[in-house]
Structure formats: C-alpha cells, structure tokens
C-alpha cells in the first residue's frame, strides 16, 4: 500500500491520511471525495456531476445552481494538498480525477471479493482464497455506517452503496462457508458463519450454515440455541433452504449424520463458466461477459437462484436467455428448460398456468392460487429445470405480484429474468446499450466470419443508426455488403430513408422477392412456437430445393438462425415483420395468399391432432393465431374441429384464450345454434363456473339446455346435464341428483366415458353428504371404473378414491380403506397436486389414528400442516391441527392436545365452517372427559349439542347426547363406577333439560350406536369404561320415552 493518500470507509467513521498524516477534512469536501474515489472514474463532467450531487430542489447549498455550489460551497473545502495528490481541472467544464497515489479500501475489496469465474463449484483454490480472506479483513464494518449526510442525493447514493457493498460481503463470506465446508475445514466454516450472523440476525442462510456446523461438530448446545433462532425466523419467512427447525430435530433424534446435501453444497462443479461459455457461444455472440456472469450466478456458484439479465428493447437479452436455456439442456438429458413471456396483461395464475402445462400437468391448472403455486414448486426440480422469464412486449411488465411469484420460485431452481426496467432487490446483469465507448468492440463481434471491417469516422452514425439496440448493430454488420457496397456507401443510403426504422426498411429493400416471402411466413409464426424450415416450403407452395437456396441465404447473410430445427429472428426484425403485415393486410395479394395459406396449415394441423393434446401443446399458439385470422376474415372452417379444440384449451387450462376465441366466434356471423355452437356456450359456462359466478353459470347452462333439448343429441344432453348437475350441486340444490342421472342416461347412449365418471362421482358425493354411505360406495366404484386408465381422470379418481376411503374408514374396514388411500396417494402424485396429497396424507392420518398408531398420524400430519400453510389453506390447517391433537391426546400430550384442538376451535369460527366447528366442541369435551374435568366436559358437550342441532347434523348430535349421558354417570360414580342405570335414572331429569335444547334434528338408536364407536376410538385411559356399552341404556332411560327427539 505504498500509495500517498489513504481513504479507510468500511468502518464506522471515514478515516483519511496523506503520507503517513491522518487529515480532517470537512463535511462538504469529504462527501465529494467519497464519491470520487469509489465511483473511481477519470473524468466527470462538471455541470452534470454537480447536477447529480446537488440537484435537488430541498437541498440547502451555498449557491441554488448545483454547479456554482461545487463551485464555492465544496471544492474550496478540500485541503489545497489533498487536491494535489488526486484532483485537476483539464478544462472548465470537466474535473479530472487520478488515482494513481490513491488507495481506497472499498475499490480494494471490490477487487478482493470478485470471485474468479473458471473456479469450479465451492473449491476455492489458494490464490483466490487468499484474496477473499484479504477482502473479509478490509470490511471492518458497512461503508461509514453511521454517518449521515444533509444532501439528499449524497444520502441516497450512501445508502444504496452501503447496501450493495455489504450485499457483497456477504457473498464473500457465503462462498468461504462452502470452501472451507467443501474441504472438510468445518471450524473455519463456523468462524465465517458466526462472523456473518453477528451482522445479519434476519439471515436465514448463515443460520442454517451454523445449524449444520453446529451439529458436524457435535457443539449440541449451540446446536439446540440455533434451532431456537430459527423457530423465531419460521414465524415470519419461508425456508430458502437446508431445514425447517423440527426437520433438524429429527434427524439429529433419529442418530443421523447431517451431509452437504442438507444445506445444498455441491462439491466441486462439473463444469467452470468457461466450459459453459463455449457451449453458448455456439447460438450467440457477442454477449461474453454476460453470460459468463449468468452461469456462474446460476449454475456454478448458485446463490440465491436468481438472475435478471436488465437490457433496452432490441438488446438481445432473448437471444442470451436462449443460448443460457439451450447450454443448461446441452448438460443431459434430464435438463429442461421453461420458457414464460409476459406482456402487460400477464397475471400471477397465467404464470402457473403457463408452468403447469410445460411440466405436463394440465390438472393443476383448476387449482387454487397457493395450491397450484405450491404443487408447481414441488415438481421443479433444482437439478433438472430452468426457469427463463421474457417480456413478449416493450415497458414494465413485471409488476409487484410477478416479481414476489418469481423470487419464490428461485428459492428452489435456476431462474433467469429478461426485463427491460430494473428490480430494486436485485442487482442485474446489464446489457449496456450500443454507445461511441462499445461500438468497435461489438462491431467486431457481431461481424462473425465475414471478415474484419473498419469503422472509423463511422462510429456516431453506426450509433445513431442502431438507436442503442444489439440486434439492429447486429444486423447491419452482417448486411451491409449484401450488394456490395462499403460500409460507409451502407450508411449513407440507410440515411437517406424514411419511416420509423431506416436501417430495417432499408435492409428490406435490399432482399428479394423470395426473401421477402419466406421472412412474411416466419413473422406469422409465433416468436416462442417458430417455424421448422420445411413449413415454410409447404405454406409457399415452393420445391423444398428452392426453400433450401432462399433459407441458406438469409443464414449466410445472418439474418435467420436455425436453432434445433426451428428459425429464430431478431426481436427487433419480428416486430418489423409483424407491423409490415398488419399495414398490408387486406390490401397485398402476396401477403393476403400467405395469411391464407398459413391459416390453412395451421388448421389442418388442428385437424390432424385433435385428439393428441401433447401435439396441439407444440403449435397451440399459431393454431389459435390461425383460428383468430379466420374468424375475422370470415373464413370457412371446419366448426367441428374449431369446438374441440376450444374444448382442448378449456382442458389444458388456458381458459382466457377460449374465452377469448369463443367470444371472437359468437360474434361473427356464424351459426350460434347449431351443434358446434351450443357445446361452446356449454364451455362457456364452465369457464364461468371456474370463475366462481354459479349463478351467472346456471342461467348459460339452463338456456343452452334449452336450446339442445330440440336437437335430442345424447353426447350434447349428457355433457350440459353434468355441467348443470356439477353447478347445482355447488348451490346444494335438490334438483342436483336428477340433473346428473339424466346425464348419466343420455351419456351411457353415447359412450362418454369422461360424463359418467364425473357424474358418478359427484352423484357418490351427494349419496354421502345426504348420510347414505351405502348408495354413495355403489355411484363412487362405478366412477372409478370409468375413469380407470385415462390421465384425464385423474382428478374424478382422486376424488372417487378418497371419498370411498373415507366411507369405508367410518365402517373400520381398514383394509379397503387403506387400499383407497393408496389410489389416492397414486393419483395425487401422477396430477402433481400437492393440496390432494395433503388431504390424502390427512386421511392416511385417519386411518392410523384408527388402528391406534399416533406416532405415524403424526408424522404424516406435519407434512400435511406444512403443505397447508404453505398454500394458505386454512379449512385444511384446521383439520390437520384438529387430528393432531386427537392424537396427541391418544399419546397422552396433555398440554399438546389442549392447545392444538383449541386452535383448531378457533380456526373453523374465523371460517365460520359450523360443521367442524361442532365436532372440535365434541372432541373438546372428548379431552376434558379424559382428564375426569365433568364440568367442563358437561359444558362443552353442551355447547356441541347446540352446534349440531343447528345443522341437523343426526351423528353430531348423537355423540353430545352420548357424552353428556357418560359425563353424567362418571360424575355420579364416587370410587369406582356405579350402577348405570340408577344413575340414569336419577339424572333423567337434569339430562333431559339439556337435551330440550334439540329443536331440528331427530336422532335415530343407530346414530348413538354410531357415537359409542367413535367415542371409543379416543384414549382408553378410563379403565372402568372398558368393554361396556352404555347406548341401550341411554336409549331406554333417557331417550326412549317419546318426550325427546330420538326414536328405534
């Protein structure tokens, strides 16, 4: 450090030295020289530094024009010798900085923690372990973390300085933590850790890292201190990685060794950024330093997941997105990459929806906000998939929401983010626009293999020309000698023309008649589903030689790309294509017979793989593009076809774009009452229906009904009886069960395999909610026949399954019932739905809370609570916290099973779900009864009893009647039990002033009967109430009479 002037700024205070001599500098001064020295630049225009120091209206300066305050109010208060060593004035309008005598501590540690990206994985090697060792050293603290400036600009620069620097430290520690754990050196790990949860106790990360440590080296009191910080973090954040605290827990109870593979250490990288950069290269150029800093944020050295690649429109941000996508599938066959375009009208759930189709799972797409978010994030795999975000149209089309979505999808895979406006939380990777400082350097590149070319004295025309945007430098490199010319002949032509874009209109004047055919049909494809080079022959009509010729010169001119079978073009040429198309349409023929012809392809495609969606799912997006032309053109198409297809959307979950199409058709003036069209107002109203508006739904259905009633087609009569059947079920109608054997009927007649499992399955679902299990098993296992064998109908044999288990638990045929759960858990698993295997897990729960094996009903139930928090599902968080404790009480966890059944209380009143409210209170009385508390018991029963009659719910209601007889004997009963029946006897009157609170439901003996054996599923730890049956009794004393609601 044998430099003359010494800035110290990772610390509390800024401390400044000339040689050797500390100095005091004043505040004005300072701040400039702050700015100055870490910016590090070597010239800075006077009037807009001054501007962008001092600019603001609010500041107090010594002159109000920001250029005169740096002119009397700052620069006369830096010392005349510190001026010496590191400022000058090359003329009035600039103030030159040098630092060659000049070290800083902050551009030092820059330097320091910059991480060399050939390294492989978390090995550091010596020389570069060294340097982020050096650069932890230099960072004694944030940069002067308590001082505080008056200008508003310097304050705002300070603050997003010190954030970014200490964002940086704590990288550096982080990539030291892997090293050193890495390579075995755990105490080393643990000092790094320790050092950076000192500063950042909101920090999930360092605390797993030291849970881990912790627990390798055996430190179990810091261990258990540790976990305690980390039950306190889990109230508030999600878990980024490693363990939940209980998991930890655990896996320390059960004896195990925690591996890397806990808190996501991987070892040494197969490959370095260099490796993948020559993978890249092979679709891109021009775009090195980015995509080194891609794979090394997101494949190397993963941190966070996320990536945000930030470039003007035109930049070729999709085109290194692309080339990142294609080397990450290009490392084995089980990689995959996802790409999601947004515009502005892109909501969070077409996000999902997106997500759900490419992952194969079209069942999700029915799924509520959390539960799809949750079953989507269960399924991407950190291993296997890459998630690539890009904007489909210029402006900010990345709002809050998406933002929040996105991030947390991060937490557990690669995601790369293509925007045009910068994130606040995260620092991007920049494409920074063509400029007179790049311009050489980019030439030269996108030149390719067509030979060096000077552009000097051409530079601010290049410049000016390209408008800032990659792809259009990009495309006048490569095109600009098509005829001959020189570059700057090139120019002056370009120059020379009008219109919004000269250089694209000038490049079309320089193509053929052919070029231009073949570049109309590739802007009619869409951007992401591009063209393979054989449709563009077959939709021109010409000889696969001659596509050949044509399609190899625009390669050659650069033009076109051909990346694995499909053509790609610049963004900024698309979008030329797609406006010269719409401004000629309808009034050049050549144009006019392409559109044609292009629709005729698409549709015959539609046509040709109707019945394969995994085939529409390739070309989905140029079909309906297809469909929208057609329509508004007044085309003749097959309505058949067009009906399916409709149908397909709706299934595969883009329910928007059906919407969208059937609206487009409904308005044309085609048929709306013909077979084609009443199926379209039938999915019309399912769309409807999935929106939440039953009403609205039912009145569609019920006028389409109407309208299809004439035509007396059963496929027609079936699909709109089962919809109508669904929705008034929803609406608990009794019209619901006789809407659905009509569809029944009219389905059997015409063999609709997809009616009749869906109709059964809700006809089952009505059987058992109207407390007739045995008509609900017979609709139940003819759903499952039906649905057996095809994937569509897996969500109908998830539902069929689980109710069957759920019925056939209540009747303790274990057996069945444990073989319907594992339909279930099957099907739950092949959909990918998370919310389904939660409530699977819930009634696995069941069943050994059945068999009395708490301890396994408990294991499953904290998965299943997690998930349900995970996707804000509080009807099955309150059943799950609900059975815990029913279990816990089993095990004898007093305190444990209070507080969870409490809650659970408290939880089905804030949904005001009276139902489980009702059988908490009964389990609640369960609780007390066991612990001999009988007013407490008495009182809760009670409460229960009131609950069910206002439902009219016969079992609820009997399992109050029954514990408030019980209650009453044990009261009664001194030293051991007494006779019951005298003590029913005596407390007939008492007893039957509580139950003259039954006002609406009758109680049939089997219902008692019924509560007996519910009763005794619960602990056994009253041993005089073994193996005696009280119901006769309680039927014949209390009951029996006539004067009370219960009846043989």
């Known amino acids: 450090m044998n430099k003359r002037l010494i800035f110290r700024l990772l610390r509390t205070y800024a401390q400044v030295s000339l040689d050797g001599k500390e100095k005091s500098l004043q505040k004005a001064g300072l701040e400039f020289l702050m700015y100055l020295t870490i910016k590090d630049e070597p010239k800075y225009d006077r009037a807009d530094l001054a501007q962008s120091l001092y600019g603001r209206p609010e500041n107090v300066l010594v002159d109000p024009d920001p250029k005169g305050h740096l002119r009397k109010g700052v620069l006369p208060k830096i010392l005349q010798e510190v001026k010496d060593v590191c400022l000058y004035e090359v003329h009035q309008a600039t103030i030159g900085f040098d630092n060659s005598e000049v070290w800083v501590d902050v551009v030092e540690f820059q330097k320091l923690s910059q991480i060399d990206k050939s390294l492989e994985g978390d090995f550091i090697p010596t020389e570069q372990l060294e340097a982020l060792l050096s650069a932890v050293a230099l960072y004694e603290g944030d940069l002067v973390s308590t001082y505080k400036s008056d200008i508003h600009e310097i304050n705002d620069w300070l603050l997003d300085t010190r954030l970014s620097l200490r964002t940086q430290f704590h990288s550096v520690l982080e990539r030291l933590i892997r090293h050193y754990i890495t390579v075995g050196s755990y105490e080393e790990a643990r000092v790094q850790a320790e050092k950076w949860w000192a500063r950042d106790r909101d920090n999930m990360t360092p605390l797993q890292f030291l849970i881990w440590l912790s627990a390798r080296l055996h430190l179990m009191d810091r261990f258990r201190h540790y976990l305690t910080e980390l039950d306190e973090l889990q109230k508030t954040q999600f878990v980024p990685f490693g363990k939940v605290a209980d998991d930890w827990r655990i896996l320390i109870e059960l004896g195990h060794e925690p591996t890397i593979d806990d808190i996501g250490i991987k070892g040494r990288a197969r490959y370095s950024p260099s490796d993948l950069l020559n993978i890249a290269k092979q679709h891109v150029v021009g775009y090195d330093r980015q995509l080194m800093d891609i794979f090394d944020h997101l494949i190397v050295h993963p941190s966070d997941g996320l990536c945000v690649l930030l470039g003007a429109s035109g930049s070729g941000k999709s085109l290194v997105a692309e080339a990142v996508a294609l080397t990450w599938e290009h490392l084995g066959d089980t990689k995959k990459s996802i790409h999601i375009a947004l515009t502005q009208d892109t909501h969070p759930d077409d996000i999902l929806d997106q997500l759900a189709s490419a992952l194969e799972r079209p069942h999700l797409h029915s799924l509520m906000f959390h539960s799809k978010r949750e079953s989507i994030r269960e399924l991407l795999q950190p291993d296997t998939h890459m998630l690539i975000f890009d904007q489909d149209e210029t402006g ?462 408990l294991t499953l139930l904290e998965q299943a609570l997690l998930t349900a928090r995970n996707i804000e599902n509080i009807s099955l968080e309150m059943s799950v916290i609900r059975n815990m404790g029913r279990n816990h009480l089993l095990l004898d966890h007093q305190l444990e099973a209070q507080k969870e059944l409490r809650q659970a209380l408290l939880l089905s009143k804030s949904t005001n779900d009276k139902r489980s409210e009702a059988a908490i209170l009964v389990d609640l009385a369960r609780y007390w009864f066991t612990y001999a508390r009988w007013p407490e018991a008495e009182k809760f029963y ?107």
């Open 396 to 857: 900010d089309v990345f709002p809050q929401e998406i933002i929040d979505l996105i991030a947390y999808f991060s937490q557990g895979v690669p995601v790369l983010v293509c925007t045009e406006e910068a994130w606040d939380t995260v620092e991007p990777i920049r494409i920074w626009p063509v400029s007179a400082s790049n311009i050489d350097d980019l030439f030269s590149k996108f030149r390719i293999a067509r030979g060096t070319v000077s552009i000097r004295h051409h530079e601010r025309d290049l410049v000016n020309i390209c408008e800032g945007e990659h792809e259009k430098l990009f495309l006048l490199a490569n095109t600009f000698d098509i005829h001959g010319l020189s570059l700057g002949e090139a120019l002056q032509s370009i120059k020379q023309m009008s219109g919004p874009d000269p250089l694209l209109s000038w490049l079309w004047q320089q193509l053929d008649a052919s070029h231009h055919d073949a570049l109309t049909v590739i802007g009619m494809f869409d951007p992401i589903q591009r063209s393979a080079e054989t449709e563009i022959a077959e939709i021109l009509g010409i000889p696969a030689a001659q596509n050949i010729m044509v399609l190899q010169d625009l390669k050659r001119r650069g033009i076109i790309e051909v990346i694995e079978g499909r053509i790609r073009i610049a963004g900024t040429l698309y979008r030329f294509l797609k406006e010269e198309i719409h401004s000629k349409s309808g009034s050049d023929d050549v144009i006019n017979h392409i559109q044609t012809r292009f629709v005729e392809y698409q549709l015959a495609l539609a046509s040709t793989y109707i019945d394969q969606p995994q085939q529409l799912d390739r070309d989905r997006r140029n079909i309906v593009k297809a469909y929208e032309i057609a329509i508004h053109q007044g085309a003749n198409f097959d309505a058949a076809i067009f009906g399916e297809f409709v149908r397909y959307l709706q299934g595969r979950g883009y329910r928007a774009k059906a919407w969208a199409l059937i609206s487009e058709f409904s308005q044309s003036d085609r048929d709306w009452n013909n077979r084609t069209g009443l199926e379209l107002r039938r999915i019309m109203a399912e769309i409807v229906l999935n929106q939440g508006d039953a009403v609205k739904a039912r009145e569609m259905a019920e006028q389409t009904l109407n309208d299809v009633l004439p035509l007396d087609d059963n496929c027609l009569l079936g699909r709109i009886y089962e919809t109508l059947g669904k929705i008034h079920r929803l609406e608990r109608s009794d019209q619901a069960m006789g809407l659905l054997e009509n569809a029944c009927y009219h389905a059997y007649r015409a063999e609709d395999a997809y009616v009749l499992a869906t109709a059964h399955a809700n006809m089952g679902g009505i059987a058992w909610s109207q407390g007739k299990p045995d008509d609900a098993i017979v609709y139940l296992k003819k759903s499952l026949e039906f649905a057996e064998g095809s994937e569509a109908f897996l969500p109908i044999e998830n539902y069929a399954a689980t109710t069957l288990a759920i019925i056939e638990l209540e009747n303790e045929n274990y057996d069945l019932c444990h073989e319907y759960l594992q339909t279930a858990q099957d099907t739950s698993q092949a959909m990918g739905n998370v919310e389904r295997k939660a409530f699977t897990q819930l009634n696995q729960a069941a069943l050994h809370f059945a068999l009395r094996e708490p301890k396994q009903a």
């Open 942 to 1048: 009670e409460s229960a009893l009131c609950a069910a009659d206002e439902l009219q719910h016969a079992v609820l209601t009997a399992e109050a009647i029954y514990g408030l007889c019980l209650t009453e004997i044990m009261a009664r009963s001194i030293i051991e039990l007494d006779d019951p029946e005298g003590v029913l006897i005596g407390s007939a009157p008492k007893l039957k002033q509580s139950l003259s609170q039954i006002q609406q439901t009758v109680v049939e003996a089997e219902h008692l009967y019924q509560a007996e054996r519910y009763f005794r599923k619960g602990p056994d730890n009253v041993p005089v109430l073994a193996n005696r049956s009280f119901v006769e009794l309680i039927v014949k004393w209390i009951l029996g009479d006539g004067d009370t609601p219960v009846r043989h």
